[in-house]
């Protein structure tokens, strides 16, 4: 169905404009069991877009990081978010035959929404035409970061401790990793019994990315503290960042909804600061001339009362 929200203006660092977001729309998925159902929010303006494609976290759905979505569509992204099969709103049982491999299916929905840009902007009334494909990135929150972190060339490691199946796309320019979890060997046992692809591997991660951690967040699949989550940008080579929130739990202030019941650590000023942050790391990731990661990156660290570290290699 078909929504026209204009993102809230509160510590933009530019105009928003208004948002066009259309859900579902259906990619046919065969073998999967189920067709693929994505929403897609865009500006109702403008030409040439970026494209972030957005990989929720575990039971979410299309319909959830609004927060995220309305104010990076609202600055000049289309942005993807598809519904994975550990959805809530799918129902499919633990004891579904595709539940082992579920995390893969989470990796070829996502190539599947690259393969379907065309269709998916031809769903959306005046998007077809309007995506730059040549400026593609992928994020994620949680899983979904697991999932968004393969196409940027992380891997999985096997019972040998050999690395997997390279699951990297060309397309893919750029990422940003929230609350991405870190090395297998810190697994609780719990988690290393029934989450084997949690192993993962970020030396072949070479594509650049944002990398954001809470330093109050304490996984109970991890035998180690908050620190876990910076992992991803210690161990991967190339043009990274970490930005970490103070005070952020796993829901880094409420990403996933205006009014998610998940939330624990509810606070707007940090959600805003992600808003602006990814908005100026993608901006400036996708295209060279733009420097308001830079700026963007000097105000923070300049900022007295900042809600927020960064940090870059």
């Excluded at 026209?4 to 977001?21: E, F, G, R």
């Excluded at 035998?223 to 952020?248: I, N, V």
């Excluded at 733009?290 to 660290?301: S, Y």
Aim: hydrophobic fraction near 40%.
């Amino acid at each position: 169905m078909p929504e026209s929200p204009t993102a809230p203006t509160h510590q933009n660092t530019d105009t928003p404009v208004t948002v066009t977001t259309v859900h579902p729309i259906v990619l046919p998925a065969p073998g999967r069991g189920e067709d693929l159902q994505v929403a897609v929010s865009a500006p109702a303006t403008g030409d040439g877009l970026p494209v972030i494609v957005f990989s929720h976290g575990f039971g979410a759905s299309m319909r959830d990081y609004a927060p995220l979505a309305d104010f990076w569509a609202a600055h000049g992204f289309a942005v993807v978010r598809p519904t994975h099969l550990d959805s809530r709103t799918l129902g499919i049982p633990a004891e579904d035959p595709r539940t082992p491999r579920i995390w893969r299916y989470r990796v070829e929905d996502l190539k599947r929404v690259l393969d379907g840009l065309g269709a998916l902007a031809a769903s959306v009334p005046c998007l077809a035409g309007r995506l730059d494909h040549d400026r593609v990135a992928v994020a994620g929150h949680s899983w979904g970061a697991q999932s968004a972190s393969t196409l940027l060339g992380a891997r999985v490691l096997g019972p040998d401790g050999i690395p997997g199946e390279d699951m990297s796309d060309p397309r893919v320019k750029a990422g940003v990793l929230l609350a991405l979890t870190g090395l297998g060997d810190d697994l609780t046992p719990f988690a290393a019994e029934h989450f084997p692809f949690m192993r993962p591997s970020f030396d072949r991660m070479t594509a650049p990315a944002l990398v954001v951690a809470g330093d109050h967040d304490q996984s109970a699949l991890s035998t180690r503290g908050p620190d876990w989550f910076t992992d991803p940008y210690l161990h991967s080579p190339g043009d990274k960042s970490l930005l970490t929130l103070f005070g952020a739990e796993h829901s880094l202030g409420g990403i996933k909804g205006y009014e998610a019941a998940e939330t624990t650590d509810e606070h707007p000023g940090r959600v805003a600061l992600l808003q602006r942050l990814t908005t100026a790391f993608l901006r400036s990731a996708l295209d060279p001339g733009d420097t308001g990661w830079k700026e963007a990156a000097a105000a923070l660290a300049e900022d007295p009362g900042a809600l927020g570290r960064l940090e870059s290699k």
